[in-house]
């Protein structure tokens, strides 16, 4: 295996337990990608932004967990917005089996290891 690729995980808040699983993925001994968490606990701002698109900018790769609480979700919107204005890499996985959200711009995949796997190695 290649060395590690830094992740940038973009979420919405209500997929906090989608986040977690990849999580818990990503602390596999043979995981390909290390996780770079940057939950908003605190309303945005533009000091919040300013972190963001540093860790954007140091990521490989953008993972999108989409869902329909993509739609609303205005953190996660400026955060893939933000990676395709760094030109980072980024690739969408569903979070839930029953929600095939689309999420203009963003090339969306079923949540696989081999899938997620697939989009790190590309890196």
């Known amino acids: 295996m290649a060395d590690k690729k ?17 999580k818990g993925q990503s602390l596999q001994t ?6 770079v968490d940057m939950s908003v606990k ?3 701002d533009t000091g919040w932004k300013d972190r963001v698109r540093t860790r954007i900018k140091r990521s490989d790769g953008v993972i ?10 205005t953190g996660q919107k400026w ?6 204005e760094e030109k980072v890499p980024l690739r969408g996985f569903w979070c839930y089996k029953d929600d095939r959200t ?6 969306t995949k079923v949540w696989t ?10 890196l």
Not at 6 to 22: G, Q
Not at 102 to 107: A, C, I, M, S
């Open 6 to 22: 830094t992740i940038f995980v973009a979420f919405a808040i209500e997929d906090k337990a989608c986040r977690d699983l990849l």
């Open 30 to 35: 043979d995981s390909p990608f290390e996780y």
């Open 42 to 44: 605190e309303p945005y």
């Open 64 to 73: 999108v967990l989409a869902s329909k609480n993509s739609l609303t979700s």
């Open 79 to 84: 955060e893939i917005a933000c990676a395709k």
């Open 102 to 107: 689309d999420l203009v711009g963003v090339n």
């Open 113 to 122: 290891w081999d899938n997620v796997a697939a989009f790190i190695d590309s």
